[in-house]
């Protein structure tokens, strides 16, 4: 099967075909056993994606399809994701009735076949079998292991103190971990001093603010909203939800925020803030 269709398509149109490399993209594992492994350790269905060095539809969906910043979360939050190459494992194609490519099969932890999806598939149309096997949550709160305890950073008497606990944002939203800032390495952003890991940590604020830039500012939104206080939130009540950091006075309060959390985000021009470097 490989073999007539590598000489139709030449090497050349297989490398301009290939996916460009972005920071956002599926954390593809490349061992299927081991991610059935991984899997059945986290209770979590399998996506996998067969695929072939010369098939020109599985490459368009890699860019367009398994580039959209909501199939990626979707499948990085829900899934195991596991990438085959239908050439070297055609047994395994075989095992789950695959035909053609491209193909994505959904598996149970156990292997079962949940669904079997042939052909290219927009992001619209893969979205919704993602949801029927495996809901991605709205909301999604950071992992226990950021606990930390807060260090205060001190800074000088004719600067503003450094808020968040003195920790680098960056590094809570990239690595989820609370990590504490070098005094030596921050900026004055809305009116808050922050600080960042290191400079490479800074750079990646100012290239992307809105990234890293917690909603309200950091304030907690359901004592805003619900009780009419401005409430400083804690960053180890963390959470990210329509890819925004959002902080809550407490867990309670971050509970709240989980049943409704449309209720709480603010205006388009709230959530587009301007940047002042220091």
């Not at 139709?8 to 075909?17: D, F, G, S, Y």
């Not at 600080?195 to 917690?214: Q, S, V």
């Amino acid at each position: 099967m490989a073999t007539t269709f590598r000489r139709v398509l030449p090497v050349l149109a297989v490398l301009l075909l290939a996916p460009t490399v972005r920071a956002e993209s599926v954390q593809w594992r490349k061992n299927f056993d081991a991610a059935v492994r991984e899997a059945k350790a986290k209770n979590r269905p399998i996506l996998v994606k067969f695929t072939a060095e010369w098939c020109t539809y599985c490459h368009k969906m890699e860019r367009t399809t398994f580039k959209d910043d909501a199939i990626v979360a979707h499948v990085n939050g829900a899934f195991v994701p596991v990438i085959v190459d239908a050439d070297d494992h055609e047994e395994l194609m075989q095992a789950m009735g695959v035909k053609a490519l491209p193909t994505t099969v959904l598996l149970s932890p156990d292997q079962r076949v949940l669904t079997k999806l042939k052909g290219y598939k927009k992001p619209d149309q893969l979205g919704p079998e993602l949801a029927a096997v495996a809901p991605l949550r709205a909301v999604q709160p950071l992992p226990e292991r950021v606990a930390a305890v807060p260090v205060a950073l001190p800074a000088p008497a004719d600067e503003k103190p450094i808020s968040f606990g003195g920790h680098c944002l960056v590094t809570l939203r990239e690595e989820r971990r609370l990590q504490p800032g070098d005094p030596a390495v921050t900026t004055v952003y809305r009116g808050v001093r922050v600080a960042f890991a290191d400079g490479a940590a800074k750079k990646a604020f100012f290239d992307n603010p809105t990234r890293y830039w917690p909603m309200w500012d950091g304030r907690c939104p359901v004592t805003a909203v619900n009780e009419g206080r401005s409430v400083e939130g804690v960053p180890i009540t963390g959470a990210v939800y329509r890819d925004r950091l959002w902080f809550f006075a407490d867990r309670d309060h971050r509970a709240v925020f989980d049943e409704t959390p449309a209720r709480f985000v603010p205006s388009i021009a709230a959530e587009n803030p301007g940047t002042r470097r220091n």
